[in-house]
């Protein structure tokens, strides 16, 4: 039977996703999809009848994500700094970690005395990174670099929708950089870093959804920051920032890769909201 008020349906689908063990706020935010609302007319909205139309979509919504479907793919966005993005089974969905990163290279782009910095953002997938940096310092110059066609596809849509300038480049890592003369004051980026033998043991929300490519960074989950770091030299400028997230237990390999191609840089492990190391800052000091 169909629940009279928004507030009975919302009850409903928290103990039902609850016992499917999911987290019962999914609920929360499918039903403030479908009724297309900000959180202050959602929480007012809570004993309002409930419309059939909503029913219906809302408890599809809250049994696919029983299921295993993630919130973001059913909704077919993610929040990242205060913006909206595009996702998909393409791209990572945005976390709020890597809002930290972000935070990191926003403070010393705004310290720099250069107007307009050459920024980098490898394996830019949805964008989020290259998007935000973009907007937040509009006197910068943003590059960002894909693999995957339909990653850099959604990237490309998100920058359009959002108003953002950047320049999208297909290609491996920096492959695509090394090709032009240009060197950068920033080169971030969130790379994928989970060794192989972990990805089976990944949340299924994770494992099942987000690709593989994007997560796994073969057998020890440190290829991608030994191919970036071999090409520091040669792309990164003499007083540029490297920033990288990392996983919570590779900061000191990390930090090795690193001073192996940069061996004057000054290094920072940093770390986020939950007290993790999850962010190497490389500040190149050595020109």
């Given at each position: 039977?169909?629940p009279?008020?928004?507030?009975?349906?919302?009850?409903?689908?928290?103990?039902?996703?609850?016992?499917?063990?999911?987290e019962?706020k999914a609920?929360e935010?499918?039903?403030k999809?479908?009724?297309?609302?900000?959180?202050?007319?959602?929480?007012?909205?809570?004993?309002e009848?409930?419309?059939?139309?909503?029913?219906?979509?809302?408890?599809?919504?809250?049994?696919?994500?029983?299921?295993?479907?993630?919130?973001?793919?059913?909704?077919?966005?993610?929040?990242?700094?205060?913006?909206?993005?595009?996702?998909?089974?393409?791209?990572?969905?945005?976390?709020?970690e890597?809002?930290?990163?972000?935070?990191?290279?926003?403070?010393?782009?705004?310290?720099?005395?250069?107007?307009?910095?050459?920024?980098?953002?490898?394996?830019?997938?949805?964008?989020?990174?290259?998007?935000?940096?973009a907007?937040?310092?509009?006197?910068?110059?943003?590059?960002?670099?894909?693999?995957?066609?339909?990653?850099?596809?959604t990237?490309?849509?998100?920058?359009?929708?959002?108003?953002?300038?950047?320049?999208?480049?297909?290609?491996?890592?920096?492959?695509?950089?090394?090709?032009?003369?240009?060197?950068?004051?920033?080169?971030?980026?969130?790379?994928?870093?989970?060794?192989k033998?972990?990805?089976?043991?990944?949340?299924?929300?994770?494992?099942?959804?987000?690709?593989k490519?994007?997560?796994?960074?073969?057998?020890?989950?440190?290829?991608?920051?030994?191919?970036?770091?071999?090409?520091?030299?040669?792309?990164?400028?003499?007083?540029?920032?490297?920033?990288?997230?990392?996983?919570?237990?590779?900061?000191?390999d990390?930090?090795?890769?690193?001073?192996?191609?940069?061996?004057l840089?000054?290094?920072?492990?940093?770390?986020?909201?939950?007290?993790?190391?999850?962010?190497?800052?490389?500040?190149?000091?050595?020109?």
């Amino acid at each position: 039977m169909k629940p009279a008020y928004m507030y009975e349906a919302l009850n409903r689908a928290s103990s039902f996703l609850e016992e499917n063990k999911r987290e019962p706020k999914a609920a929360e935010l499918l039903m403030k999809h479908h009724l297309n609302v900000g959180w202050t007319d959602f929480h007012l909205a809570r004993r309002e009848p409930l419309t059939d139309d909503v029913w219906t979509a809302f408890w599809r919504d809250v049994t696919q994500h029983a299921e295993g479907v993630p919130v973001q793919h059913l909704t077919g966005y993610e929040e990242f700094y205060g913006r909206r993005f595009h996702v998909n089974e393409h791209v990572l969905i945005p976390r709020p970690e890597t809002e930290e990163l972000v935070d990191g290279v926003l403070r010393w782009i705004r310290h720099q005395r250069i107007t307009s910095l050459q920024v980098a953002d490898i394996g830019t997938g949805s964008g989020v990174i290259a998007i935000t940096l973009a907007l937040e310092a509009p006197d910068v110059q943003v590059r960002a670099v894909e693999l995957d066609k339909k990653a850099l596809e959604t990237a490309q849509k998100n920058a359009a929708d959002l108003g953002a300038s950047v320049e999208f480049m297909e290609g491996s890592l920096m492959d695509p950089l090394l090709e032009g003369e240009t060197k950068y004051d920033v080169i971030v980026s969130n790379p994928p870093y989970i060794p192989k033998q972990e990805w089976e043991a990944l949340d299924p929300l994770v494992r099942d959804h987000d690709p593989k490519l994007a997560l796994v960074g073969e057998e020890d989950g440190l290829v991608c920051y030994r191919k970036m770091a071999v090409h520091l030299p040669a792309l990164l400028q003499s007083r540029g920032l490297a920033a990288f997230e990392i996983g919570d237990r590779q900061g000191e390999d990390v930090t090795r890769i690193l001073q192996k191609e940069l061996p004057l840089a000054d290094i920072e492990l940093r770390h986020d909201m939950n007290d993790k190391p999850r962010m190497v800052f490389c500040e190149r000091n050595d020109v």
